[in-house]
Structures are given as structure tokens and as C-alpha cells.
């Protein structure tokens, strides 16, 4: 499993000719761009929450969330050669991908936070940081069932692959990551609220922020349901299919 990991991490920094420092591009980009848009076309305020602080505690863990699911729904076709050893299994694969992605991604958030707080003053401090490690840790395990079962899926159904990226863009916007929920409108927050995203990012800015407005559309109990019953389906499905990922 260890020297997955050490493949996995050589070949998602390797890939980049920037290297590790290509990974900044994705979250810098959306935090600038709606920065401008939201804090100076807008002049868009939070009382009690700093906007910037705000969109990296949304943005990070989404991108984090998005890469587990999928680079695990791709790890089984890309390390199908590693299965004529018989140790490695797919969900090797999937869990690697898993950690390096989580490991990458908090070292990306660190960066952000000491920016912020270092260089722009703001307050990054994380006010409770047990629920903010319970609820991404949440997010993870449910990204990784989702991997399992996008896996099989996309085995059977290699046309799907596609729109399933499509689908984390409409996704994003569904989540609230640009904006505060409770400026939304009661009828599209309960929309919203079919989406298992909205409720694990919004526990996370709850985790962060000392003061962060609460919705009644927003249940702190779907996380941990979500990941239970994504994670027990997806290990499921796998041990019913995991002779034929592997020889596929």
C-alpha cells in the first residue's frame, strides 16, 4: 500500500511541468476571480466571516471531495497492469489515490490559510477543529464509496465516464461554495439540500467560522449517513465485481 502511495504522489506531481505548484492553479483561480466578482464589482460583506476565509473553506474541500471520487473511479484502468500481482488489488488502488489526493489537497489548504491569516490579516483559525476533522473526514469516506461504485460503472459502462465529470459542474454551483446559502431564496435551499455536498461544506464553514449563520435546510446528521451508506454500498458492489475490475 505504501509504495502505491509513493507511485500515486510521483506520477499526480510529476505530471505537471510546474510540479506541485500546478496544483495551486484550480483554487487560485476561482478564489481570485470570485473574490473580484463578489467583494469588489458587489462589494459582497459577511458579517462575522471574512469572504476570502469563506471561499477557501468551500472551494479546497469541494476540489478534495470532487479528485477523490474522481481519480478513484479512474485508478482501477490506470494501474490495471499492477494486477497481475496478486497483493494488489482495485481498491488498492482507490484508497492510494484517496490519500494522496487528502494529503496533497490539506498541504494546498495550509498554504491558503497561512496566506490569508500572514500576509492579509485575516482569521483562519479553525474555532472547532474535532467537528471540522469529523465532517472532512465525512466527505472523504463518501468519496471514496462513490469511487467504488463509479468504478464498476464505468467498467460496464465506459460511455458514462464523461458525464460523470460533467456532472460535479452543476455539482459545484449546487453546494453553495460561491455563495452564502441563507441569501438564497427557502425553495432553492431545499433544492439544494438533495445534493450530500451542501451539507458537508456547510458543516465545515460552521467548523471554522465562530459565528457562521445556521440554516434550517442544512441537517449535520447526512454526512455521516451519506458516507455509512455510500461506503457499505460501494464495498458491496466491489466485492460482487472485484475479480472483474481486475481482469477487465
Known sequence: MFSLVLRELKARVGLDRLGFLGMFISPAIQMIGTMVIFTFLRARTIP???????????????????????????????????FAYKQIQPLDCILARAVVESFL?????????FALGFWMDFDVAIHHPL???????CGAVFCVGLAMLLSVLVQKVPESKLVVRITFLPLYFMTGILTPIWHLPQSVQQFMAYNPFYHIIDMLRRSVFEFYPHTDTVNPGVPPTVALVTLAAGLLIYRYDRRSLAQA
Do not use: T
Open 105 to 113: 489537497m490539506v498541504v494546498i489548504y495550509a498554504i491558503f490559510l
Open 48 to 82: 462575522g466571516v471574512d469572504f476570502p476565509v469563506f471561499l477557501l473553506n468551500g472551494i479546497v474541500p469541494y476540489i478534495l471531495f470532487k479528485n477523490i471520487a474522481l481519480k478513484g473511479m479512474e485508478a482501477v484502468n490506470a494501474n490495471r497492469a499492477l
Open 131 to 137: 467537528q471540522w476533522a469529523y465532517y472532512m473526514i
